[in-house]
Nanobody, 115 residues
Framework: QVQLVESGGGLVQPGGSLTLSCAAS????????MYWYRQAFGKQRELVAR???????YYTDSVKGRFAISRDNAKNTIYLQMASLKPDDTAVYYC?????????WGQGTQVTVSS
């Protein structure tokens, strides 16, 4: 079955950096676009970044120039490198993919940006 497992979250000071990972299994990883979403407390889940099968990327405006999404098809893993972190980046970060119209989510990893 499809599994997505996020890791790498934690507590970081404003201006700091963090890299999230999402290990995928149960499907042909290289054939699917992959997404990072986040959900702050009391807010709706929002798309943060996306990477296509060819490696093209998309970022929401609030993270452009600070975050970078990448994929390693040999390791069935995507990454989200986050820099210049702000308190507004505090959220649970989720890995996502869509396979034959069905959404699959990981369990999420908490990122807290605070001094």
């Amino acid at each position: 079955q499809v599994q997505l497992v996020e890791s790498g979250g934690g507590l970081v000071q404003p201006g700091g950096s963090l890299t999230l990972s999402c290990a995928a299994s149960g499907f042909t990883f290289s054939k699917y676009w992959m997404y990072w979403y986040r959900q702050a407390f009391g807010k709706q889940r929002e798309l943060v970044a996306r990477i296509s099968t060819e490696g093209s990327t998309y970022y929401t405006d609030s993270v452009k120039g600070r975050f970078a999404i990448s994929r390693d098809n040999a390791k069935n893993t995507i990454y989200l490198q986050m820099a210049s972190l702000k308190p507004d980046d505090t959220a649970v970060y989720y890995c996502n993919t869509i396979i034959i119209g069905s959404n699959y989510w990981g369990q999420g990893t908490q990122v807290t940006v605070s001094s």
